[in-house]
């Protein structure tokens, strides 16, 4: 296995992971979104609903029991409409995205399990790009550091 091979993994797994993130913040939003415009819509009709039928249940019923039964009626209806939106089924796009990824996952572990110079491999990938934050590290502690003894002292 060489280091040019375990990078292409790693690419394609890094790109497989955001299009599944990217499906489903997408799908997340829809929902929600969906969500927020059936309550804005169930609660426009049923305000005019509820105002037909509490006129109605009053000649019928006193004005305490009317009320309790309207809101009976609102608490159901709206679990209605909270279980129809979690129930939308998930798309193809984010099917096919997750098969990819698993693919990517497995090739990417054959290769880890295949024998060879793993070691080499993987320390020739991650030295060029830790060796460079060290600094970076240690200024922030540095940092953190200098904020935490300013905000006991103070």
């Not at 309790?68 to 709206?78: M, N, R, T």
Request: aromatic content about 6%; some cysteine; charged content about 20%.
């Amino acid at each position: 296995m060489t280091t040019h091979h375990l990078m292409g993994h790693l690419r394609e797994l890094w790109r497989t992971e955001r299009t599944v993130a990217e499906l489903r913040l997408k799908r997340l939003l829809t929902n929600l979104g969906l969500q927020a415009l059936a309550i804005l819509i169930a609660a426009c009709a049923l305000l005019l609903f509820e105002l037909a039928a509490y006129f109605a249940l009053v000649q019928r019923w006193d004005a305490i029991w009317s009320a309790v039964a309207l809101g009976s009626f609102d608490l159901v209806l709206a679990g209605c409409v909270v279980l129809l939106a979690l129930r939308r089924p998930v798309s193809r796009e984010l099917a096919v995205a997750q098969e990819v990824h698993q693919q990517a996952i497995s090739a990417f572990e054959a290769d880890l399990h295949g024998g060879g110079p793993i070691r080499t491999a993987i320390e020739n990938v991650l030295i060029p790009v830790v060796l460079p934050l060290i600094p970076v590290v240690i200024e922030r502690l540095h940092k953190h550091k200098a904020e935490t003894a300013k905000s006991e002292a103070a």
